[in-house]
């Protein structure tokens, strides 16, 4: 056996709940499906009170609620890596230097990202910044296409079409 075959349950471990993916029984399958399920709701639904819970924070400007979340994140996210054990490779991961313009840009982005939809929720401009994001992955699949030359499938054309 080599070296690729020996690591790749590990590698499809992480994916599973700490299970190789082929060592799942249907029933753990199933369950493992429903947690996830659950978990994307619960994401979604916490997603769209959010802003009930910002536009009580009205006294407070945006880029320090921003910079209450990147520091509470940073700790949480901190905490699970330590917990899981993987501090030793996510640090080699984002301090690589071929990734560092990567995480630096992609964060940046966030950073913006999240600074702008705050400070219109706690400027009475929700609509708007729910047009925003309905509109910018219309946008995105635009840009593919133009620019990248992206060719959607029959099914994403349909639903662009729906959308549009």
């Known amino acids: 056996m080599n070296n690729d075959q020996a690591n790749a349950p590990e590698q499809q471990a992480s994916h599973t709940g700490g299970l190789p ?3 799942m029984n249907p029933a753990e399958a ?5 947690v996830a399920q659950t978990g994307v709701a619960a994401t979604y639904a916490l997603w769209g009170v959010m ?3 910002w536009s009580f ?4 400007p945006a880029y320090e609620i921003v910079l209450h979340r990147l ?3 940073t700790i ?7 917990y899981r054990k993987q501090l030793k490779a996510a640090l080699a991961l984002v301090f690589d230097k071929q990734n560092m313009p990567v995480v630096l840009g992609c964060a940046a982005l966030m950073l913006g990202n999240n600074l702008v939809y705050i400070w219109a929720v706690t400027n009475n401009q929700v609509v708007e910044a729910g047009l925003g994001y309905f509109l910018t992955p219309i946008l ?4 593919g296409i133009v620019f990248f030359h992206d060719r959607p ?4 054309k349909v639903f662009i079409f729906l959308v549009c």
């Not at 199933?30 to 429903?34: L, N, S, V």
């Not at 949480?76 to 330590?82: A, D, I, N, Q």
């Not at 499938?153 to 994403?156: G, M, V, Y």
């Open 76 to 82: 949480c996210s901190f905490l699970v890596v330590v």
């Open 153 to 156: 499938t029959f099914l994403q």
């Open 57 to 60: 924070l009205p006294a407070m």
């Open 140 to 143: 995105q699949m635009g840009f």
């Open 51 to 53: 802003p009930i819970y």
């Open 30 to 34: 199933a369950r493992a499906k429903r």
């Open 21 to 23: 993916s082929y060592a």
């Open 71 to 73: 520091i509470w994140t």
